[in-house]
């Protein structure tokens, strides 16, 4: 970067920006004018145009993971916007350039994990929008290292869900070791996660078997889905899902939030296939028979988000139009009437916040 660039957005940005903050769990969101962050030498300041509202953002207001989060926070992990500055040390972003910030602020690059492109596992992980302020506000300071290149034919809006949906759909089908030709079952498929799984399952050259309540059924095959399954009311499930695939589907990726449709994975398995566990419910218990496992050579596992790798690979098939994002923009003051439409389940697209609304 030019001194000219440096000097042309530090004069032209005003110091302070719009952030919703809230202070402690289910306390109101509130947009506040805080002081715009400078970036350290390694890091680099991001005009965020888009951030994707997702579920775990519910989570971490509700209170919801036993996981480390800071107070007062600001929520968000799906940031999509542009590069407006970078510290001295950084070489390799430019101001101008597309980038993206997720739900992994900063890992440590030197732990076992780490070094074999497991980042979501480092044991020294810190998360945005949970233990480091997210992505709900205007500009953001992260690492130039945990940036993500967005490619530059992508609309930014368009991006901003994939930084941890869309990963984190792609990853668990990566996961499921399915080969293209073979069959993947898919459960939660009409959901969030879901509508990203049929898609990147088909792209991937997988046959889907929706799974999911019956209303989803339209939805679910306009995306791609060969088959769908009433998850609810069909007359023994684990028989209809291994008849019409011929023993099973090889693999089954799960992002259903409840205990049963866990249970029934086990019982509809292919031989030799993998059990993919993502959804979670608050109670996730359950009672499996490990025989059947142990005899039919079942491999279970469980994923969470995707590497930097991984979410690079996400967006290149948003990029190639190979995977559609169904977008609903809202301010950032209507993230709490999401959140509500959240709790009660109506929302069916990817709700992104547009910061120039
Ligand atoms: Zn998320
Ligand atoms: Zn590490």
Not at 199 to 210: C, D, P, W
Not at 336 to 346: L, Q
Request: one cysteine or more.
């Amino acid at each position: 970067m030019s001194a000219f660039n440096h000097v042309v957005f530090c004069v032209s940005m005003s110091s302070t920006h719009r952030a919703l903050i809230f202070d402690d769990f289910k306390g109101p969101l509130e947009v506040r004018q805080l002081p715009i962050p400078e970036p350290q030498d390694d890091e680099i300041l991001i005009k965020i145009n888009y951030s994707g509202i997702c579920h775990s953002d519910l989570h971490a207001w509700n209170g919801d993971f036993d996981y480390a989060t800071i107070h007062p926070l600001i929520g968000g992990h799906e940031g999509a916007g542009v590069v407006v500055k970078t510290g001295e040390k950084v070489k390799d972003w430019n101001v101008g350039e597309p980038a993206g910030v997720k739900l992994i602020n900063s890992n440590c690059f030197n732990c076992e994990y780490c070094k074999t492109g497991n980042e979501p596992l480092c044991n020294k992980i810190s998360n945005n929008g949970f233990d480091r302020h997210g992505t709900f506000q205007e500009y953001v300071t992260t690492r130039a290292i945990d940036a993500i290149r967005i490619p530059k034919d992508l609309n930014l809006a368009s991006a901003a869900p994939v930084l941890c949906g869309g990963v984190t759909a792609y990853k668990a089908l990566k996961e499921a070791n399915v080969k293209p030709g073979q069959i993947v079952a898919i459960t939660g498929a009409g959901g969030g996660l879901g509508s990203f799984g049929i898609q990147y399952a088909r792209a991937m050259g997988l046959r889907v078997i929706a799974i999911d309540h019956s209303e989803k059924k339209d939805h679910c095959l306009s995306l791609g889905a060969e088959w769908f399954v009433d998850a609810f009311n069909t007359e023994n499930l684990t028989d209809h899902i291994k008849n019409i695939t011929n023993g099973g589907p090889y693999g089954i990726v799960n992002f259903a939030a409840a205990k049963k449709p866990m249970e029934q994975a086990f019982e509809y398995i292919r031989k030799r296939g993998t059990i993919v566990l993502v959804g979670f419910p608050k109670d996730s218990k359950i009672l499996i028979d490990t025989t059947p496992l142990i005899f039919n050579a079942i491999t279970v596992k469980g994923s969470i988000i995707g590497s930097r790798l991984d979410t690079e690979e996400a967006l290149e098939f948003v990029a190639r139009g190979a995977v559609k994002v169904p977008l609903e923009m809202v301010k950032l003051e209507d993230v709490s009437k999401i959140y509500k439409k959240m709790e009660d389940g109506k929302i069916n697209s990817r709700v992104v916040v547009d910061f120039s609304l």
